[in-house]
């Protein structure tokens, strides 16, 4: 039986139907867009320091994590000022949140830079200039998830 509730008076969530109703549902979209206009803009930072510094002659696995340190300080500012604001309109831009995105940027640096180096050895390094951004494309989904439920929490 269900108890009768005031007008205005919200009940309790109860099960799947009401996690996943359009109100709950119109956040997550919000962030994940943030996450991707975000995420395009580190995507061109780091893929222009990669193409850059390679085309210059570094070794194309120091390039990878030089062009992903620089999309990184761009996405972690963002990320944390705007995308995964606190209910109050604070940032979590604050050591432990910064702890936990340097581990995690670490783990996808260093997926990253073993898929680039394997492209480079399989495709060259022209090729491995288009085929980076689809690596980090592939990155950010797991990204989106550690960012959400981990690092600005």
Partial sequence: MTALRPPGE???????????????VRPLLKQGMLYGMVGAAQLGA???????????????AVAN???RIVGASLGFVLNGRFTFRQADGSSHLHVRSLSRFA???ATMTALSTL?????VSALGLEATWITKPMIDVLLAVAGFVASKYWIYR
């Fill in 46 to 60: 780091d893929w222009l320091a990669f193409v850059a510094l390679s085309y210059v002659g570094m070794s194309p």
């Fill in 115 to 119: 898929l680039v180096t394997a492209s």
């Fill in 10 to 24: 919200d009940a309790p969530p109860t099960g799947d139907a009401e996690r996943a109703s359009p109100s709950n």
């Fill in 65 to 67: 994590v030089l062009g």
């Fill in 103 to 105: 581990i995690s940027w």
